[in-house]
């Protein structure tokens, strides 16, 4: 009875691939159709066609892809690596309502162990351990039955991947004014996308490092401690609070229909609509808060390799905690 249950089960390429790529298209891509059902109105034939026509493009690139790795035996970790990728990326896009883009990356880099740990709930850990590192497990753990011939395999890959290219076309000739509009009027929506999102911000992220590394420009190099306040003996200790930025079109508090601040609506707080910030991600927004530039005319790529206001103090003699 054991020997059976950890018998490995046995698949063809073909059918491993079909399961494979519907797993990582389809299933781990629910956050993007639902932003795409709250644009996309199901009230005529033509748009639930339209809608329904998206799964088949997502299933078809990622089926050609999988299917080219396989040429070299990189189709399995090629859909471990989707898989994980796009577990993370829809969990989060899910429960924060987030986008993947290179400041989405950048934050993630840049997160301390702390704000790392308090990430972690037990419902994060659920969701990710099933939908990702388990569904992985089973994709390595499941046996591609090795093909007969090699010229049979090869022309089942070439039509597979034919077949693919084929429904994209199909695809693009009825419905590529539909998608041009979709997504020119809502540019958010690709960045749901997974694993499209995640590598794409990923790359996009390394090649602005690779372009920010750049000399570093120092400023403020004669700053000191004033000598009175050095020379005393009581010690001073200055705590600067410095509050998370947000996107004011997605405030509840702001008049936002869906409700995003329900503790903070129980607080009996004040909104203050006035306000401004670089961006909306910590990566951007606190950066832009320590430079000497002023908000309208900030450069992040500036930034990255310009001290900022607390390399001068720390500099100056004064202890720095962050």
């Given amino acids: 009875m054991l020997k059976r249950l950890l018998k490995r089960p046995s698949l063809n390429l073909f059918s491993w691939l079909l399961l494979a790529t519907f797993y990582i298209s389809v299933c781990l891509n629910i956050a993007f159709f639902k932003q795409v059902l709250q644009v996309l109105p199901l009230d005529s034939l033509h748009n639930v066609l339209v809608f329904l026509s998206m799964p088949v493009v997502a299933f078809s690139v990622i089926n050609i892809v999988l299917t080219l790795g396989s040429f070299l035996w990189l189709n399995r970790p ?13 969990y989060f896009i899910m429960t924060y309502g987030i986008v993947i883009d290179r400041s989405m990356i950048t934050n993630i880099i840049d997160t301390t162990p702390a704000e ?15 939908s990702g590192v388990l569904a992985a497990i089973i994709a390595c753990w499941i046996k591609i039955k090795p093909t007969t011939s090699r010229l ?3 022309l089942f890959r070439g039509a597979n991947i034919l077949i693919s290219v084929l429904l ?10 539909d998608y041009a509009s979709l997504f020119r009027n809502n540019k958010e929506l690709v960045k749901s996308l997974s694993p499209s999102n995640s590598i794409v911000a990923s790359w996009s992220w390394y090649s602005h490092q ?3 590394n750049l000399p570093l420009i120092r400023i403020g190099e004669d700053a000191h401690r004033n000598p009175l306040m050095q020379n005393g003996k009581r ?3 200055t705590i600067l609070i410095v509050g998370e930025t947000s996107r004011a079109e997605n405030f509840s508090l702001n008049g936002y229909q869906r409700e995003t601040n329900p503790r903070l ?8 609509p006035n306000t401004a910030s670089c961006g909306t991600a910590t990566a951007v927004s606190v950066p832009c808060m320590f430079s000497d530039m002023p908000r309208e005319h900030y450069k992040e790529e500036l930034a990255q390799h310009q001290e900022g206001v607390l390399d001068i103090i720390q500099r100056a003699g004064i202890n720095v905690l962050w």
């Fill in 152 to 154: 049979r395999s090869v």
């Fill in 116 to 130: 790392s740990y308090a990430l972690m709930t037990p419902r994060m850990l659920l969701t990710l351990g099933l």
């Fill in 265 to 272: 609506a129980k607080d009996n707080v004040v909104y203050f």
């Fill in 168 to 177: 994209i076309l199909l695809v693009a000739a009825l419905f590529y004014k």
């Fill in 210 to 212: 690779r372009s920010a």
């Fill in 78 to 90: 090629l859909a471990c690596l989707f898989i994980l990728v796009g577990a993370a990326a829809q």
């Fill in 235 to 237: 010690k001073n200790l």
